[in-house]
């Protein structure tokens, strides 16, 4: 993005460079650069790596964040994102037993580091977790949020490896240049409805009549149709960004990209001024009632 320009030194500046150029609106929003941390477990994984070769390869700035440093605390003060890739719950908390690995190797964040996580959220940050790491988020910080195919049998529902149809809401920033009805990566993915007491907005979902698979393998389209696939929740003075999807699955889904690069980006002023769309989702007729909410925070 170029500013302060005139109409000639503008012209002459595309016509040098080849470029095409557009005009953007007036009162645009600009956003600064987000001090970005990627949560890098001992106990390796593969998408944590694919998740920083990508960032890497597109010029973000970033810390890798050890267990040590999550324990360290007062995250708020050095970050305002904490990226954490596909991986587990216990991954994260646990890690490697004792006696499996040397000393400094063992073990994850733990309680204190949950602790330590929740704060930095209710002080203002962005958590950004991607795929299977929402479980984390959503039993760790008892969010109000349910992974509805999280107990079905493999007999009754199965996707793993494949590109489906989602409805996205692209005046939410996070699915801000994605088209009304996006392809994106799915592998094992949760899929998400919202308990008592959620505050937050649900930006992409799964379409509520049809098989949404384009490629791969799908079975039990019925237990997807009309639930969320992305959706901030708010907690404090900041937010968790669940992302049930792979948008940057081994740096191969191009167009999937700016669903991470924009969570990334997402927080805030541009968090704070993004205009609700209660109207994008609510649960489908067919959810079951009686569901209470879940139990408040970490202690």
Known sequence: MISGLGGSA???LVSDLHLQASGSPSGAQGISQPRIAVYRPWNPSMDEGWTRWLLERYDFEFTSLRNA??????????YDVILIADMGSNQIMNGFTKGSVPPRYEGGIGDQGLREIDRFVREGGSLVVLNNASEFAIEQLHLPVRNVVEDLDPADYFL????????VDPSHPIMSGMPSRASVVVEGSPVFTTEEGF????????????SPLLSGYLLGEEHLQGYASGL????GEGRVVLLGMRPQWRGQ?????????NAILYGGPLAEAAP???????PPDDEEEGEEGMPDPVG
């Open 160 to 167: 793993s490896g494949s590109i489906v149809e989602m409805e």
């Open 253 to 261: 889904p191009f167009g999937n990209f700016r669903i991470l690069f």
């Open 10 to 12: 503008r012209t002459s």
């Open 199 to 210: 505050e937050g907005a649900v930006f992409a979902k799964y379409p509520a009549e049809g």
């Open 69 to 78: 440093d999550v324990l360290a605390g007062d995250l708020r003060s050095r």
């Open 232 to 235: 901030e929740v708010h907690r």
């Open 276 to 282: 609700g769309n209660p109207e994008f989702w609510s």
